[in-house]
């Protein structure tokens, strides 16, 4: 069984480094961002609040790990992405079992992101999950990238969604 894991991370780990994407481009939020091949990838009429929402399609039936990825833009009155952030951070304790990993900034394309890596228990079940979130400000809005894995398997896929956090940009 051992070999079987070892395997199955080592096929993960290569398959995201040589991973292919297709830009997504949203002219009404003004930002794109690179979308894996083969996710599934649009708006969730259950989620209104979220502008896009992609999602791995599983390699089998077996591939339970639902790796996911949304963006959500938000007005705010607060034009410092210090304060913002740190409001964000604020509601994020409402979630089971809640902890607060790393945090930190960085640049893409020009704009400054604060990030956080947090992990939680899953409301569907005793699932633990990890979400690395990326907050940036631009024109009164928040726009907040969410990333969200298994927390087993975050190691493995983080370099896929630094990849991911990394090709966004603003179009203005």
Known sequence: MRKFIFIFFTICILKAKSQSFVVYKDIVNQFSINIPVGWKYGINKNYPA???LAQRTPLSPADTVRDNFNMNVIATPKKNLDKTFADFIKYLPDAKKYKLID???KTFNG?????LIETHES???AIQLHNYDFVALKNGKAYILTMVTF???FDIIKPLFDKIANSF???Y
Not at 111 to 115: E, G, L, S
């Open 151 to 153: 927390s087993y398997y």
């Open 169 to 171: 940009s603003f179009l």
């Open 103 to 105: 945090t930190g900034s």
């Open 123 to 125: 409301d569907i079940g």
């Open 111 to 115: 704009t400054k992101f604060m990030w």
């Open 50 to 52: 979220l502008i896009l």
